[in-house]
């Protein structure tokens, strides 16, 4: 009897992690690239265009512009035209969000860095270099903010990122009008420049929160709860 037991154990907790193999694949393969590889297109031509700039000013307004338009394709990673047809995967929703963005957040930041390294290559040597880890920061955050307006879009369409790329848009727009104290987008010589960090950081971990926070979903299917070899499916 104790052999038994050990054994259906065993069997369960091997076809657990099959499940949770098939799953992961499943959601990459439906992971949309496409907005992210047109939004990284842009990036690249105003990259290009910031790093032949002759004004340090100029080239860092226009990597931020590259990294916020590259950001915009992140919002769309949660995009799933059958979502309707997984909801009933026996899997927690977490999971396959967490599967979904950690993939685009890894091509996502592959692609950022990249760019970042052509422009502080492509800069006149007589340039300051660019603030890469701040770079880095910014995007971040806006990414973070991205995803978290795109998981609470998601309650209600499997295709939020033509509402939440907007949205993040916008924010980024206004956060441009901000008055001076409030204003996260500061120049390295700027008296703020330290606070302007801690708005990014604050944001980001804000983000992160909040994206934590809507993701955690409360329905759902036990895998010890599956009906096992048809057992269960007619009963009743």
């Known amino acids: 009897m104790t052999y038994l037991t050990s054994s259906r154990r065993a069997d369960r907790r091997v076809n657990r992690f099959q499940i949770v193999g098939l799953t992961a694949k499943a959601t990459i ?14 990036a690249l031509v105003i990259t290009l265009l910031a790093a032949r700039s002759q ?14 338009a590259l950001v915009i394709g992140v ?17 927690q929703l977490r999971y396959r969000r967490l599967t979904r963005i950690g993939y685009t957040a ?11 390294w052509l422009a502080s290559s492509l800069l006149p040597s007589d340039q300051p270099s660019l603030p890469i880890p701040r770079l880095i920061l910014e995007a971040s955050g806006q990414a973070a903010a ?14 939020p990122g033509r ?5 993040l848009l916008g924010l980024v727009l206004v956060s ?18 330290e606070t302007g960090q801690r708005i990014w950081t604050t944001v980001l971990l804000a983000s992160l929160l909040l994206l934590t926070a809507l993701s955690w979903d409360s329905r759902v299917r036990s895998f010890h709860r599956l009906p096992i070899s048809g057992r269960g499916i007619n009963a009743g």
């Open 75 to 91: 919002a769309f990673s949660l995009d799933d035209p059958a979502g309707h047809t997984t909801s009933a995967v026996p899997h």
């Open 106 to 116: 890894g091509v996502w930041m592959l692609i950022l860095i990249s760019l970042l």
């Open 29 to 42: 393969r439906s992971t949309r690239l496409a907005p992210l590889a047109a939004t990284a297109s842009a």
């Open 146 to 159: 991205g995803l978290a307006i795109a998981v609470f879009i998601h309650r209600t369409h499997h295709e």
């Open 176 to 193: 441009w009008l901000l008055p001076g104290p409030l204003r996260p987008w500061i120049h390295p010589e700027h008296p703020q420049w």
């Open 55 to 68: 004004d340090a000013d100029l080239a860092l307004m226009g990597m931020r512009l590259a990294t916020t």
């Open 163 to 167: 509402f939440a790329g907007p949205a």
